[in-house]
Nanobody
Framework: QVQPVESGGGAVQAGGSLRLSCSVS????????MGWFRRAPGKERDFVAA????????DYADSVKGRFTITRDNAKSMVYLQMNSLKPEDTAVYYC????????????????????WGQGTQVTVSS
């Protein structure tokens, strides 16, 4: 079973940038689509971004489209989330998750599809 571990969270002012990293251990990464989710205080877990096994296909929540970029490096078993032009409403705990799939181009938004989750990393954006 894969085990994602997030890092790179922190505190930043509005308009700033952060790069989250997700290190995945336990198996080769290329059998998994990967996703980033977030949970703000008092809110549900929300989809942020996802990337297919091959890295060719990506998907973003409307709220982050154009500001966030998800990438992956299968050789290093790493997934990244580059976050630019951060806003206070981006404040949340960010989670990396793995979705085992046989389809190289498949990506899904529903958190129920993801079998393995990291412990989360806090991102705080001040105005």
């Amino acid at each position: 079973q894969v085990q994602p571990v997030e890092s790179g969270g922190g505190a930043v002012q509005a308009g700033g940038s952060l790069r989250l990293s997700c290190s995945v251990s336990g198996t080769t990464l290329n059998g998994y689509a990967m996703g980033w989710f977030r949970r703000a205080p008092g809110k549900e877990r929300d989809f942020v971004a996802a990337i297919s096994r091959s890295g060719v296909t990506t998907d973003y929540a409307d709220s982050v489209k154009g500001r966030f970029t998800i990438t992956r490096d299968n050789a290093k078993s790493m997934v990244y989330l580059q976050m630019n032009s951060l806003k206070p409403e981006d404040t949340a705990v960010y989670y990396c998750a793995a979705d085992r799939t046989i389809f190289t181009g498949s990506i899904r938004r529903g958190w129920e599809a993801y079998e393995s989750w990291g412990q989360g990393t806090q991102v705080t954006v001040s105005s």
